[in-house]
């Protein structure tokens, strides 16, 4: 069983930066494919960031490439995103989500593992 614990959210002004951090249990962090996804309120939860389990290969949405970063630490078995640049429009709970995929998975309903999320807010 994997066990998902997501921390590091914020209240932040706009233009500022934070980094999330995703502490994983029950496997290695490099066996799995790890995605960060966010919801805000009355709207989806959407894909973020997609990190593939061997290689570090990365994969973004649009919204938010070259501002953010995923990233892992196979020591702390933990995988990050860093988020620079913050707007408004990025307010929403982040959450940490694995899976055994090879590949790069960027779809919710492929996730089998979820963490319970941590909020983000961005103050204009």
């Known amino acids: 069983q994997v066990q998902l614990e997501e921390s590091g959210g914020g209240l932040v002004q706009a233009g500022g930066s934070l980094r999330l951090s995703c502490a994983v249990s029950?496997?290695?962090?490099?066996?799995?494919?790890m995605g960060w996804f966010r919801q805000a309120p009355g709207k989806e939860r959407e894909f973020v960031a997609a990190?593939?389990?061997?290689?570090?290969?990365?994969y973004y949405a649009d919204y938010v490439k070259g501002r953010f970063t995923i990233s892992r630490d196979n020591a702390k078995n933990t995988v990050y995103l860093q988020m620079n640049s913050l707007k408004p429009e990025d307010t929403a709970l982040y959450y940490c989500?694995?899976?055994?995929?090879?590949?790069?998975?960027?779809?919710?309903?492929?996730?089998?593992?979820w963490g319970q999320g941590t909020q983000v807010t961005v103050s204009s």
């Open positions: 990190l593939r389990r061997s290689g570090g290969s990365t």
């Open positions: 029950g496997r290695t962090v490099s066996s799995l494919a």
């Open positions: 989500a694995a899976e055994f995929s090879a590949g790069l998975v960027s779809k919710v309903q492929d996730y089998d593992y």
